[in-house]
């Protein structure tokens, strides 16, 4: 059975960093390309894409709102995807979300479904 399992969420204000990670569990990547993936759901508004990164080159794709202060990165190894955040805006309040889509790697048009969703972390920044 495939998990995702995120943390990291919390509150901060403007302008400070935080990092988010995602443990999976119940497939492997040493045998095909995954998309591994967060998204982000504000109060009120649709979930959207934030970032994705391949498991077998680490291509990443970033949502315009991010580029420059979000950064993707996977350990393929132990499993893992974070999300470091930096100099986050009273914007980025939003529930995160893991996700992964087997058998592809990721491309520059992120699309807004996934196969595989965690429970999602809170991240609240106070303005």
């Known amino acids: 059975e495939v998990q995702l399992v995120e943390s990291g969420g919390g509150l901060v204000q403007a302008g400070d960093s935080l990092r988010l990670s995602c443990a999976a569990s119940?497939?492997?990547?040493?045998?095909e390309d995954w998309c591994l993936r967060w998204f982000r759901q504000a109060p009120g508004k649709e979930r959207e894409?934030?970032?994705?990164?391949?498991?077998?080159?680490?291509?990443?794709y970033y949502a315009d709102s991010v580029k420059g202060r979000f950064t993707i990165s996977r350990d393929t190894a132990k499993m893992t995807v974070t999300l470091r955040m930096n100099n986050l805006h009273h914007e980025d309040t939003a529930v995160y979300y893991c996700a992964a889509d087997p058998s592809r790697s990721c491309f520059d048009n992120m699309g807004y479904s996934a196969y595989y969703w965690g429970k999602g972390t809170l991240v609240t920044v106070s303005s």
């Open positions: 894409p934030v970032a994705d990164i391949s498991s077998g080159d680490g291509s990443t």
């Open positions: 119940g497939f492997t990547l040493d045998r």
